[in-house]
């Protein structure tokens, strides 16, 4: 690796545990660049913009989440069984991240750039709907395997799974609830129970 992209990767690791703590709007050229003890015109040399930086943090957070929830979770067979991987996954990833210490950065992104227009929202809404057509292809696969009925409603599963995650957060880093993982799983569980087959719940 050259020394550039030493000195870039660097840039994006802190700015990940920034943007995680102080949020995607507390990500500015010039604090970055005192964190690093870099100068402003240095940093931006690799960026070129805010907008750039953020969108840079992103696209990383982005694929480590993938990287960490989906790519396991493919490895697993095709239904219900890939289905628990992933949640399972992606609440380790909400859980357990080291190097997010203030928690994930698209969930927090999510909440700064919902009424802000622009290159770095639209980015943030394009990542999410493709995560969100992800988690509803998964679910198909569980109801040609005869894992959950045919008459399920896919796209609605994928919404109530993805609200059982989003409300893990609200109360483990908020009201810091301790229950907040068990209370999910069990969550979890009552929206597999109501999807599954005739032949799913005889077995």
């Not at 988690?135 to 059982?164: M, P, S, T, W, Y």
Request: aromatic share 6%; hydrophobic share 45%.
């Amino acid at each position: 690796m050259s020394k550039g992209a030493e000195t870039k990767e660097a840039i994006i690791r802190e700015a990940l545990k920034t943007a995680s703590v102080e949020g995607i709007d507390g990500l500015t050229i010039g604090n970055l660049a005192t964190k690093l003890k870099m100068s402003k015109s240095g940093l931006f040399a690799h960026f070129g913009s805010k907008e750039a930086l953020q969108e840079a943090v992103m696209d990383t957070a982005a694929r480590r989440f993938l990287d960490a929830v989906w790519v396991p979770a493919k490895a697993e067979p095709r239904g219900l069984p890939r289905l628990r991987a992933l949640y399972r996954n992606w609440q380790e990833w909400m859980l357990h991240n080291p190097d997010l210490p203030g928690g994930c950065v698209l969930t927090s992104a999510a909440t700064a750039l919902d009424d802000k227009p622009g290159p770095v929202r639209d980015r943030l809404v394009s990542m999410q709907k493709e995560w969100q057509a992800t988690i509803a292809k998964a679910i198909e696969l569980a109801v040609r395997e005869g894992h959950f009925r045919a008459d399920l409603d896919c796209e609605q599963f994928a919404f109530e799974l993805n609200g059982i995650l989003l409300n893990l957060t609200f109360h483990q880093r908020l009201l810091r609830d301790r229950q907040a993982a068990e209370r999910c799983s069990t969550a979890f569980e009552a929206l597999v129970g109501r999807a599954a087959s005739r032949t799913a719940q005889a077995a």
